[in-house]
Nanobody, 125 residues
Framework: QVQVVESGGGLVQAGGSLRLSCAAS?????????MGWFRQAPGKEREFVAA????????TYADSVVGRFTISRDNAKNTVSLQMSSLKPEDTAVYYC?????????????????WGQGTQVTVSS
């Protein structure tokens, strides 16, 4: 049984920073070719934020977060992180971590195999 657990959400003022972490357990972390972050704001569909491949050598970002967010992974610690800077009120959402056993199609939410419960990020203006 794979478990994916996010942490690190909270309330921050616009322009501030937050670091989200995601821990995956139950399987060897390195089997997940792709780890991704998605978010869902109230009344909106879940959207892709960022993804990283197995080695950490390839990352992909939504246009809205390029230059502000950085995704990284540590296979030895079974974790993936999302460093968020220059936060804006429109970044307010529940952020979800997801794991995919296969590479590519990292922007497609239904291609992911395992999901966490989400962590709330609120950015005040």
């Amino acid at each position: 049984q794979v478990q994916v657990v996010e942490s690190g959400g909270g309330l921050v003022q616009a322009g501030g920073s937050l670091r989200l972490s995601c821990a995956a357990s139950g399987r060897t972390f390195s089997i997940f070719a792709t780890m991704g972050w998605f978010r869902q704001a109230p009344g909106k569909e879940r959207e892709f934020v960022a993804a990283i491949n197995w080695s950490g050598g390839s990352t992909t970002y939504a246009d809205s977060v390029v230059g502000r967010f950085t995704i990284s992974r540590d296979n030895a610690k079974n974790t993936v992180s999302l460093q968020m800077s220059s936060l804006k009120p429109e970044d307010t959402a529940v952020y979800y971590c997801a794991a995919r056993r296969l590479p590519r199609r990292e922007r497609v939410s239904y291609e992911y195999d395992y999901w966490g419960q989400g962590t709330q990020v609120t950015v005040s203006s």
